[in-house]
């Protein structure tokens, strides 16, 4: 059987999709060898990897009430408009136990993704060289002008999916000939160029790569995709995505809108389930 590495994509609360699939495939002890994800992605990787079933679900949409989860008052007090502490300390460590143990011990290779500011370039960091996986996903997740930089190891870092959004090819680099793929949107959605040049440009004008990373990610976005389409027709992945599109923003708070795209997530992933193991067998 040939190497099968699975994929996730970002997309902030668009990732409830993916805690959906990855919930339905722990029940039915479905795991792969590697896993790569970025940002959402990244933070469902790693529950996935601890065999915590509804632990992604208890950490977003079951606490998006929580006043503290997103409000305008972290920003203005802390810079960051999601409450990272919470999110990346408080509930892994306390509120919503995140298994170490299981995580590190466990025989599957999981990556994360994150972007290095001075580089304009994404990181890879892999679980069997992060002493802190928390503050890996934390600077995998943090989004540009509502986030602080994260540093590590000396490297200024912030959202992965600027960089990679959706890491096919760093998957196929370490060997994984076929993939399976969970995206957060529709197979029609293509990303438009970026607004706000300025904003930008002012926030991180001592990283000149990293503002010109965000204004082509839209072109690098798009690219792909197409070469996922490419893929696709030759059967080397397997992908699972919204059939609609997603009506819910990435920073969300709506908890019945969020539910519903859980939900969606868990039943796609039972109606391919067959057909995905079948994939798999002929590989």
């Known amino acids: 059987m040939k190497k099968i590495g699975l994929v996730l994509e970002g997309g ?3 990732g409830v999709y993916t805690s959906g699939v990855l919930d339905f495939f722990m029940e039915n002890n479905m795991y792969f060898p590697y896993t790569i994800g970025v940002s959402a992605g990244a933070c469902n990787a790693v529950s996935y990897i601890s065999r915590q079933i ?5 950490a977003t949409v079951d606490s998006i009430d929580d006043p503290n989860y997103i409000s ?12 990272m502490d919470l999110i990346f300390d408080e509930m892994p460590n306390k509120l919503i ?15 994360i993704v994150a972007s290095n500011c001075e580089t304009g370039r994404p990181v890879y960091f892999s679980k069997k060289d992060c002493k802190d996986i928390m ?13 602080n930089i994260v540093e590590i190891d000396g490297m200024p870092l912030m959202d992965g999916g600027i960089t990679d959004s959706i890491p096919i090819r760093k998957s196929i680099n370490d060997g994984n000939e076929v993939n399976v793929l969970i995206l957060t949107r529709d197979r029609e959605y293509r990303k438009k160029p970026t607004r706000g040049k300025w904003l930008f440009e002012k926030a991180y004008e001592k990283y000149p790569k990293f503002q010109e990373a965000i204004l082509n990610r839209y072109k690098s976005y798009n690219k ?10 030759e059967n080397k ?3 699972i995505r919204p059939s609609e599109p997603v009506k819910i923003k990435r920073i969300e708070k709506d908890t019945e809108k969020l539910t519903e795209l859980y939900n969606a997530g868990y039943e796609d992933a039972k109606v391919i389930f067959p057909k995905l193991l079948e994939w798999i067998s002929d590989k």
């Open 72 to 83: 305008y008052r972290n920003l203005i007090r802390h810079g960051y408009l999601f409450h």
């Open 237 to 239: 992945v397997f992908v």
């Open 135 to 147: 503050m890996v996903c934390r600077a995998s997740s943090s989004l540009p002008l509502v986030s």
């Open 54 to 58: 509804g632990r992604s679900k208890k």
């Open 224 to 233: 792909t995709l197409d070469y996922i389409d490419e893929l696709e027709k």
């Open 97 to 111: 136990p995140f298994d170490y143990e299981t995580f590190y011990n466990s025989k599957e290779e999981c990556v």
């Open 12 to 14: 902030g609360m668009r």
